[in-house]
């Protein structure tokens, strides 16, 4: 007997998370911060989910529990597993003031537009005043070409230069600069007594920026000391001078872990005592005990919202429990550095911790992404802990960060008017112990955010 095409069965292999497993990926990853928006969101939500106040706690005698325990509900009879049930949408954490680490570049804008209504500016002007304030990043820079501004707007380029130029007299010095050459000569022009230094930076910044100092002198006709006085006052400019009003909010870290030795052991606490206890709305419980009384509408609409509240609440506990046993892991793993920092980190990496722990790769991943953790050394960032290894000349695995380490103390101690190449690094290094190849010298630097020779040449 043949099949007809609509008939031909097809057999495959899919994977499908259930709405428990996203929801517990989704709080895994969250910071206690994070985490305290979303249990707020929730809150607000959920009808059914609502916290536990102190004064709803007191104190029963055996008689009373006995009775509740004779009335207690098999909920999970009532509220059959519901796993084609998915969550309308995932937090937005852009939606909330929690993120204290976050700097709101509004306050620059304000900041502008303070100074804008001091100006005697025509409307057509303050139309076109207030198109470059809005298009000014957190760095202080102008974002866009002044001729989409003047197509916009509909006026001409010279009408945007105008009032560009009045913007950048604002304060911070260096405001409105379309690139960093503008953004330094804005701020050369305000500074008395400095005109080499808006020589170099007008006509000769290209060679300036590279270090092309024997250069800079030979065309110039100057001596080494006029580059260097020039060279001192243009390294006191702010590149950044949109920072300068985000230097006064400071960036909060609250520890999602606290790590305390008691005796010969250490003691992992997940900091989430800020959370409240949550629990299921015993009224909501009771009317869908009594479900007769309900239609079959509002039935499914509770007994969803319950089987949310219930992931949820379970999501919270997951989480305590995972970061604390990967926390115990890691402690074990770099026991050396908890019993005394200045001991240096041995190799390790996600896939160690998630073998010790025997979880995924992906989890382990979620739970040290962007947390941190109190000791008594101080508040460390969990993926300082996780660094990369290779043998040196003994056979012996070390860390890349001791490797790194070495690496700084070489490049602070050379010559500054003849600074080490990467392949004259990576001879020096073999020499100490670390044979690793020009490219990896170059790799470790760029993450030390170490330029290259030609820019770390002095005068």
């Known amino acids: 007997m043949q099949l007809s095409q609509s008939q031909i069965q097809k057999l495959s292999q899919e994977l ?3 709405p428990q497993q996203i929801l517990q990926s ?5 910071t206690t911060l994070s985490l305290e928006a979303k249990v707020a969101q929730e809150l607000e939500q959920n009808p059914v989910l609502e916290e536990v106040e102190p004064e709803d706690q007191p104190v029963e005698d055996e008689k009373t529990s ?9 909920w999970d009879e009532i509220l059959p597993r519901n796993d084609d049930y998915v969550p309308k949408e995932e937090f937005d954490r852009s939606k909330k003031e929690y993120h204290l680490v976050q700097v709101s570049p509004r306050g620059l804008v304000d900041h502008l537009f303070d100074q804008l209504k001091l100006m005697n500016l025509k409307p057509n002007e303050v ?12 760095r202080g820079y102008l974002t866009v070409p002044i001729e989409n501004i003047a197509y916009s707007l509909s006026v001409t380029v010279a009408q945007v230069e105008r009032v560009l130029n009045q913007i950048q007299q604002m304060d911070p010095a260096g405001i409105g600069a379309r690139d960093l050459r503008e953004c330094l000569l804005i701020q050369l022009r305000q500074i008395k007594g400095v005109e080499d230094s808006i020589l170099i930076v007008r006509d000769h910044f290209d060679d300036f920026a590279n270090r092309r100092f024997p250069q800079l002198m030979k065309s110039l006709g100057w001596n080494k000391e006029r580059i260097q006085q020039v060279q001192d006052t243009i390294v006191k400019l702010n590149p950044r001078p949109g920072s300068t009003l985000a230097a006064a909010d400071s960036n909060y870290v609250v520890p999602d872990l606290i790590v305390e030795k008691v005796g010969d052991k250490y003691i992992v606490e997940v900091n989430d005592t800020r959370l409240p206890e949550l629990r299921i709305s015993s009224s909501y419980m009771q009317m869908i005990s009594n479900g007769e009384k309900l ?3 509002t039935k499914n609409y509770l007994r969803k919202k319950i089987d949310m509240a219930k992931w949820f609440i379970q999501a919270i506990h997951q989480r305590r429990l995972t970061m604390i046993r990967v926390m115990e892991a890691i402690i074990k793993r770099q026991s050396d550095f908890f019993e005394n920092p200045q001991n240096p980190l041995k190799p390790m990496i996600l896939k160690d911790i998630a073998e010790d722990v025997n979880m995924d790769i992906s989890t382990i991943s979620r739970v040290t992404n962007g947390k941190y953790v109190q000791l008594y050394s101080g508040i460390y960032e969990l993926k300082y802990f ?3 290894g290779m043998m040196d000349d003994n056979g012996e695995e070390v860390s890349t960060r001791i490797i790194k380490v070495k690496l700084n103390e070489i490049i602070e101690s050379e010559d500054k008017q003849k600074p080490y190449s990467d392949d004259t690094l990576a001879k020096l290094l073999k020499k100490e112990g670390f044979p690793i190849a020009r490219r990896t010298v170059a790799k470790y630097r760029e993450q030390s955010k170490i330029p290259v020779a030609r820019l770390r040449r002095n005068i």
């Open 386 to 388: 996780f660094n990369e």
């Open 127 to 138: 139309q076109i005043a207030h198109e470059i304030i809005w298009n000014i990043d957190e």
């Open 295 to 297: 239609n079959s509408e």
């Open 26 to 30: 989704t709080i895994l990853q969250l």
């Open 16 to 18: 499908r998370l259930t």
């Open 66 to 74: 006995d009775k509740e325990d004779e009335k207690e509900i098999d």
